[in-house]
T-cell receptor, first 112, second 115 residues
């Protein structure tokens, strides 16, 4: 069964605004990753945050992790129309060759 | 960054035929590859985990005799959908796990349509 649940399921914002997506999970994890998927395409890895980390930045992306609440958030600042895509969080329960467990995703639409 | 390719990118076949999808890691060795299936507007669901040189591990509910996985080398895994039916129509995505990391690199996906 899926581990992560993203919130909201869909988000529509104006270009230049910030977009925040949340992810909750059920069991203890080793790390949590965020991916982006353009319609009908493969996934692009955005950022990985480990269970002992609380916040990570990468360009316009900011990810937080609260293991006590079993939740993570992805913030995209100064959004662009090209950011329009589906965003998935995925958890890794044990480090190593274990698969990702994906959430249902958030569909982000950035309107120019 | 690491690159994973899939071939074909799309395929249309008749019901009852078999289809083979290739997944290649182009610039790294993937000791483990994963196969996922994604239905429209849904998330990715893991089908199986493939380790080079050994039998694949299938998720519950995935028929191993229907979805044959072969991971013959550190850069190639294949998924064969045998006796395909319309309900097998989906987007199939593979990923390769780079050794020593927790980062999976995804292929662009293969869209299978079974008529």
């Amino acid at each position: 069964s899926q581990q992560g649940e993203e919130d909201p399921q869909a988000l529509s914002i104006q270009e230049g605004e910030n977009a925040t997506m949340n992810c909750s999970y059920k069991t203890s994890i080793n790390n949590l990753q965020w991916y982006r998927q353009n319609s009908g395409r493969g996934l692009v890895h955005l950022i990985l945050i480990r269970s002992n980390e609380r916040e990570k930045h990468s360009g316009r992306l900011r990810v937080t992790l609260d293991t006590s609440k079993k939740s993570s958030s992805l913030l995209i600042t100064a959004s662009r129309a090209a950011d329009t895509a589906s965003y998935f969080c995925a958890t890794v329960l044990i480090s190593g060759n274990t698969p990702l467990v994906f959430g249902k995703g958030t569909r982000l639409s950035v309107i120019a | 960054g690491a690159v994973v390719s899939q071939h074909p990118s799309w395929v249309i076949c008749k019901s009852g035929t078999s289809v083979k999808i290739e997944c290649r890691s182009l610039d790294f060795q993937a000791t483990t590859m994963f196969w996922y299936r994604q239905f429209p507007k849904q998330s990715l669901m893991l089908m199986a985990t493939s380790n080079e040189g050994s039998k694949a591990t299938y998720e519950q509910g995935v028929e191993k005799d229907k979805f044959l996985i072969n991971h013959a080398s550190l850069t190639l895994s294949t998924l064969t959908v045998t006796s395909a039916h319309p309900e097998d129509s989906s987007f199939y995505i593979c990923s390769g796990l780079r050794g020593g990391t927790d980062t999976q690199y995804f292929g662009p996906g293969t869209r299978l349509t079974v008529l």
